[in-house]
């Protein structure tokens, strides 16, 4: 009788992403499911400055100094096992964070695409997103500015996901089983 072979999961799921995607709600759904932790790169690095919101730290220490802990943060949680990583929608802009999860072992990187009008939307419902995080460019951080920063970003979004999961019309509960059933 031949025995049953069982294909493990990945170790580690990092999720990829604009603000709004659903990195966040997504991610700590999968983690529960999947029996593995639930680490938010945003989050981590707040912690670390321990010095309010995003847009906060931001204006007292500048981006700067905001991408260098984000990257060591990253780093990391990279060489960690048993995690869902929910990456800020800016993390991979900087080279050391995106080698970290380029070069992560037995990980999925899995890029939640959403179009920018569905981005909108869900952003500008969150009171807490617009308070908490700051504009991106000098548009304010409108349709336009998503239009703006997606076109920069994506291409490196894409360039390190191994898949790339379509979340513009999905509710968060369809989202984590079919995330799960189509990536995992």
């Avoid at 995690?83 to 970290?100: D, K, M, N, S």
């Amino acid at each position: 009788m031949p025995w049953l072979t069982i294909q493990s999961p990945p170790v580690n799921v990092i999720l990829i992403g604009y603000r709004g995607s659903g990195k966040t709600t997504l991610g700590k759904q999968v983690a529960m499911r999947q029996w593995l932790n639930f680490v938010d790169v945003d989050d981590e690095v707040r912690k670390r400055f321990n010095e309010g919101s995003i847009a906060d730290i931001w204006a007292k220490r500048g981006e700067g100094e905001w991408r260098r802990v984000e990257v060591e943060v990253t780093e990391e949680l990279c060489v960690k096992d048993g995690l869902v990583i929910a990456l800020g929608g800016g993390t991979l802009l900087e080279p050391g964070a995106r080698r970290a999860v380029l070069n992560a072992k037995d990980t999925v990187r899995i890029y939640l695409h959403c179009e920018p009008q569905e981005l909108h939307r869900r952003i500008s419902q969150d009171p807490k997103s617009t308070q908490d995080r700051p504009a991106l460019t000098d548009l304010g951080g409108g349709i336009e500015e998503i239009e703006k920063v997606l076109a920069e970003r994506e291409p490196i979004y894409r360039a390190v996901a191994d898949k790339v999961f379509d979340v513009t019309n999905l509710r968060p509960d369809n989202g984590v089983r079919y995330l799960i059933e189509r990536c995992l």
